[in-house]
Nanobody, 121 residues
Framework: QVQLVESGGGLVQAGGSLRLSCAAS????????MGWYRQAPGKQRELVAT???????NYADSVKGRFTISRDNAKNTVYLQMNSLKPEDTAVYYC???????????????WGQGTQVTVSS
């Protein structure tokens, strides 16, 4: 019913920048919170940043001051601008959205397929 498609990952040197995008499509009535999570090899998935439909943001301490989350509600798209990247930012980054579908009841969480971000030292 709902698909999240991420793009923008890749390989970058430490200190560099990348911008991730995630577009939601399908039978969408409304989207509440959207966010980015990441999972490094051998580690649990962790929150990176979230943003509400009203624009309130929340960041993991490890990315504050370096990453910026934003969204375009008209396009059902969320972005993650990542600056001053470090090798420890290397992970698969996943998009998440809480969505109310057309004809449905309540909110459900959807995930993208993930995009690899690799930061070399």
């Amino acid at each position: 019913q709902v698909q999240l498609v991420e793009s923008g990952g890749g390989l970058v040197q430490a200190g560099g920048s990348l911008r991730l995008s995630c577009a939601a499509s399908g039978s969408i009535f409304s989207i509440n919170t959207m966010g980015w999570y990441r999972q490094a090899p051998g580690k649990q998935r962790e929150l990176v940043a979230t943003i509400t439909s009203g624009g309130n943001t929340n960041y993991a301490d490890s990315v504050k001051g370096r990453f910026t989350i934003s969204r375009d509600n008209a396009k059902n798209t969320v972005y993650l601008q990542m600056n001053s990247l470090k090798p420890e930012d290397t992970a698969v980054y996943y998009c998440n959205a809480r969505v109310a579908v057309v004809g449905g009841v309540g909110w459900s969480a959807y995930w993208g397929q993930g995009t690899q971000v690799t930061v070399s030292s």
